[in-house]
T-cell receptor, first 113, second 113 residues
């Protein structure tokens, strides 16, 4: 069964600090891995998409890494801001002719001033 | 600017009522999706559509149906709402091909009393 597990479930850090969120997956056949940011009461917004051959992808202060051998990904947030408070969802895509996405349950990040 | 518009942000319905959730996109995307999101669970796919008048069951289609009469509009129907369908409902779209960004609507929070 395809699964995506994220850790930690929640995280509180001080504004200006860095943090790293983790994602482990068992999805096959692997197509790509995505990170989304979801603000409270809103729909998710795509941050990065990485294929098998991509190890690192950046989007501003967000940097995602992918280790396809160990089936792990991380999302690193640099110099956190209050606006980074959100849920971060890891999503892994399998491709069988059509794309099927498996969603993690997310990490709830809170930035405090 | 990309737009996926869900007709209602909040809805309160009674058990047994027929409920329509509407989603409209302005990106000329072929693929449209309906998910529900519940605390502690990842987004779960209810139905999706790859073309007009096409529909495919997702992982949890029971109690739901969909309609796609026009490319830009994808409707989710709860034939007889039940309390266990209280949830956040999210519509999403993508273009064709792999590694396509998925765009989400703002969500509809449905309460069934």
């Amino acid at each position: 069964k395809n699964q995506v597990e994220q850790s930690p479930q929640s995280l509180i850090i001080l504004e200006g600090k860095n943090c790293t969120l983790q994602c482990n997956y068992t999805v096959s056949p692997f197509s790509n891995l995505r990170w989304y940011k979801q603000d409270t009461g809103r729909g998710p917004v795509s941050l990065t998409i990485m294929t098998f051959s991509e190890n690192t992808k950046s989007n501003g202060r967000y940097t995602a890494t992918l280790d396809a051998d160990t089936k792990q990904s991380s999302l690193h947030i640099t110099a956190s801001q209050l606006s980074d408070s959100a849920s971060y969802i890891c999503v892994v895509s399998a491709y069988f002719g059509n794309e099927k996405l498996t969603f993690g349950t997310g990490t709830r990040l809170t930035i405090i001033p | 600017d990309v737009k996926v518009t869900q007709s209602s942000r909040y809805l309160v319905k009674r058990t047994g009522e027929k409920v329509f959730l509407e989603c409209v996109q302005d990106m000329d995307h072929e693929n449209m999706f309906w998910y529900r999101q519940d605390p502690g669970l990842g987004l779960r796919l209810i139905y999706f559509s790859y073309d007009v008048k096409m529909k495919e069951k997702g992982d949890i289609p029971e109690g739901y149906s969909v309609s796609r009469e026009k490319k830009e509009r994808f409707s989710l129907i709860l034939e007889s709402a039940s309390t266990n369908q209280t949830s956040m409902y999210l519509c999403a779209t993508t273009g064709t091909g792999a590694k396509n960004i998925q765009y989400f609507g703002a969500g509809t929070r449905l309460s069934v009393l």
